[in-house]
């Protein structure tokens, strides 16, 4: 098992690669992964209780966005910007998704960035198995 901050990405479990999220981009509170199906696989620094209306959330609104585009194609990431913070979510290509709750000024591209690397270790691990 490999972790985020080496510079290849390789295959983690979803604890430890939420883990790792977290160092290496401090601006991130909490953050969540959603299996295809919207079920949580796993979470950091979400409040007990909440983890799983996170999950379902992201995976509706993931959804509902995709239903504006008239290509019929699927989205694959959405930021929203809140009062005191943003709420970024990614859409990998094995259908799972990540999202992530944020403080202010946080940079959209390098969360982006993060959040794509650390699906990308998960869907390595989902290959391997």
Do not use: N, W
Not at 37 to 60: F, I, K, Q, W, Y
Not at 68 to 77: K, S, Y
């Amino acid at each position: 098992m490999q972790s985020l901050h080496l510079d290849t990405v390789g295959p983690v479990e979803p604890a430890r690669a939420l883990a790792d999220l977290v160092e290496i981009s401090p601006q991130i509170e909490a953050a969540a992964v959603v299996t295809g199906d919207g079920e949580l696989a796993g979470s950091v620094g979400v409040p007990d209780g909440r983890a799983s209306v996170l999950a379902r959330t992201v995976r509706e609104l993931l959804e509902g966005a995709a239903g504006f585009r008239h290509d019929g194609g699927r989205v694959t990431q959405l930021h929203a910007e809140l009062a005191a913070g943003d709420v970024f979510a990614v859409a990998g290509a094995a259908e799972r998704a990540i999202v992530a709750v944020t403080r202010e000024r946080a940079t959209p591209g390098l969360l982006f960035y993060d959040l794509k690397r650390c699906l990308a270790a998960l869907e390595e691990e989902d290959a391997e198995e």
